[in-house]
């Protein structure tokens, strides 16, 4: 079992940039890919990103393509995603997920422990 815990969102303005982290326990943590999503009010889950195992590979949404970096820090447990140049469609609850997979642009079924999410505002 991997339990997985989101924090960092919170309320900023166009322009500005959060780091969310995703911090986890349990498993062995370099073991798992791990997955962001988004949800807005009203709109599906969408996938934002994601990186393998090592961190040696990640993949982006085009939509946040240039703006939102995924990395991890293994010895910590953490992975984060670092979102710069944040736009009022940004706003959203985002989810971090973790699973033994990795796959391009994978989506939802990719990934087997979900966490709580955190609310990101991004005021015009």
């Known amino acids: 079992q991997v339990q997985l815990v989101e924090s960092g969102g919170g309320l900023v303005q166009a322009g500005g940039s959060l780091r969310l982290s995703c911090a986890a326990s349990?498993?062995?943590?370099?073991?798992?890919?791990v997955g962001w999503f988004r949800q807005a009010p009203g709109k599906e889950r969408e996938f934002v990103g994601n990186?393998?195992?090592?961190?040696?590979?990640?993949s982006y949404a085009d939509s946040v393509k240039g703006r939102f970096t995924i990395s991890r820090d293994n010895a910590k447990n953490t992975v984060y995603l670092q979102m710069n140049s944040l736009k009022p469609e940004d706003t959203a609850v985002y989810y971090c997920?973790?699973?033994?997979?990795?796959?391009?642009?994978?989506?939802?079924?990719?990934?087997?422990?979900w966490g709580q999410g955190t609310q990101v505002t991004v005021s015009s």
């Open positions: 997920a973790a699973g033994l997979r990795f796959r391009a642009r994978g989506g939802q079924n990719d990934y087997d422990y």
């Open positions: 349990g498993r062995t943590f370099s073991s798992y890919a």
């Open positions: 990186i393998n195992w090592s961190g040696g590979s990640t």
